[in-house]
C-alpha cells in the first residue's frame, strides 16, 4: 500500500479519554466530536484554531446535525437533542431494554435522515451490544448481537450500509432499502496485523476509510474492499476519521488515552487525505 499523507496535531488544553463521534458541520464550517467515558462534546473552528468543550451528564457516543438546526447525540442510553450557546441538552428517547452495564457507541445518518446507531457493554467483551434504527422511534435493525458495534458509513447513494463488530474484526456490508436492512455479509475481514475497525467514512470516490484501533494508522480501502493506502499516525487507538473543511479535502482523526502511556494518546489529528469526502447526511428527526 502507498503511503499517506502529511499529519498535523490539533492545538488544545485538554485530551479525550475515548474520543468518537465525529461530525463535520458544513452549515457552520464546524468539527464536532465527543470524548466518549470523558462526558464531553467538543467543537473546533478551523478558521481560529478555538476548541470549545460541554459537559455532558452520562457518557456520549455521538453527535450529528439536525435539518431543522441543532444537533441530536447520543448521551447514556438516550437520545437527545442538543443545542449550544446555550448549551441544553433534551431526552428525545430511550433505547429498549438497556442497563447501567449498556453505553451508546457510534452512529449515522442516511440520506432519509433515519438514525443507525450502536449500543455495547462499558466491558467491550460480552455480546450484549445492538444495532439499532431511529426514525422518530427506536427499533432494532439486526438480530445479530454485538459486542463493540462501530463506525455505521452510509454508501453516498443510499444502496448500502457498512457497519463493524470490532471485537470480530470484520466491517459487514447491509443492503439498505426502505429503512430496512437485507442480510449481511462480510465485506472486510482484518488480519491480525491491521488493528481493529472502528470509526469509518466515504470520500467522494467511492473508497472507505476507517480508523484502526490499535494499529496506529487510518486506511483507505478500494469499493471492493482491497486496501489501497495507510495513513500512520502518532497514537495507537485510532478511532474515528471524517473529511472536514470548505472543499472536505482535509480529514479529522480522534484517538484514546484510555489504558495506554503515550505522548498523542486521546489528540485529535488533521490529515492531508489526498482525496475529498462528501457531505454528511443530516438527522430528519
Known sequence: MAPGG????IARDRIDTLGEGLFWSAREGMLYWTDILGRRINRLSPATGQVESWETPDVVGWIIERAEGGFLAGIGRSIAQVAFDPFTIDILAQIPGQTE??????????PQGRLWLGTMPFSCDVPTGAFWRFDGTVTRADAAPYTIPNGPAIDPKGRFLLHTDSAMGVIFRYPLEDGVLGARTPFVVFEDDWGSPDGMT????????????????VTRFSPEGVPLRRIALPASQISNCVFGGANLDRMYVTSAANGVEEEHGGALFEVDPGCRGVPAFLSGN
Open 101 to 110: 452495564a449498556t453505553r451508546v457507541n457510534d452512529a449515522a445518518a442516511d
Open 6 to 9: 502529511s499529519v498535523g496535531l
Open 202 to 217: 466515504f470520500d467522494a470516490e467511492g473508497c472507505l476509510w476507517v480508523a484502526c484501533w490499535g494499529a496506529s494508522c
